[in-house]
């Protein structure tokens, strides 16, 4: 996901430097969502994963 938010980033840095405008806006939306949503993800599998060590240490015991 983080991959396909850097490609519209590229996307729309190149569409804005050749003049672009409508499809720079439109990139840089699409990578702005994508990166959010990358974001959100992570702190959420990050958090499942703190709580699933803690888990398995109470099993273990």
Request: hydrophobic share 70%; charged share 10%.
């Amino acid at each position: 996901m983080l991959k396909y938010a850097i490609v519209f980033a590229i996307i729309s840095l190149i569409a804005g430097a050749l003049g672009f405008g409508g499809i720079a806006a439109g990139s840089a939306g699409i990578a702005k969502v994508l990166f959010a949503l990358f974001l959100v993800l992570s702190v959420i599998f990050v958090l499942l994963a703190a709580l699933g060590v803690g888990a398995a240490r109470k099993i273990l015991k």
